[in-house]
């Protein structure tokens, strides 16, 4: 059974940066896109980020784009993704998932999901 783990949230400060990692173990069959979501207190989790199996193409939210960069980084076969002007917010939970859908605009959507990772927080304030 695969799962998913993220890594690397905490604290920054306004205008800072942290960089996100998502780790799979276990075995894993067929084709998947990989990507990351975001979720506030009392509001819907939304796509940020993702980056395509085939040709590392990638898609970014309007609200993180040039701010966000997705990677994978295949010697540790991980996804990172590297936040960077970070603005203030209360604490989001960011998560790794999976999927069998495209990354695209119109496709990665929460439930379209295959796999999700626990999450891990990340709280911006000064």
């Known amino acids: 059974q695969v799962q998913l783990v993220e890594s690397g949230g905490g604290s920054a400060q306004p205008g800072g940066s942290l960089t996100l990692s998502c780790a799979a173990s276990g075995f894993l069959s067929g084709f998947y896109d990989i990507g990351w979501f975001r979720q506030a207190p009392g509001k819907e989790r939304e796509a940020v980020s993702c980056?395509?199996?085939?040709?590392?193409?990638?898609y970014y939210a309007d609200s993180v784009n040039d701010r966000f960069t997705i990677a994978k980084d295949r010697e540790k076969n991980t996804v990172n993704l590297h936040l960077k002007k970070l603005k203030v917010e209360v604490t989001v939970i960011y998560y790794c998932a999976w999927s069998t859908w495209v990354c695209d605009q119109y496709r990665w959507l929460a439930a379209h999901m295959n796999i999700w990772g626990r999450g891990t927080p990340v709280t911006v304030s000064s």
């Open positions: 980056i395509s199996r085939i040709d590392d193409s990638t």
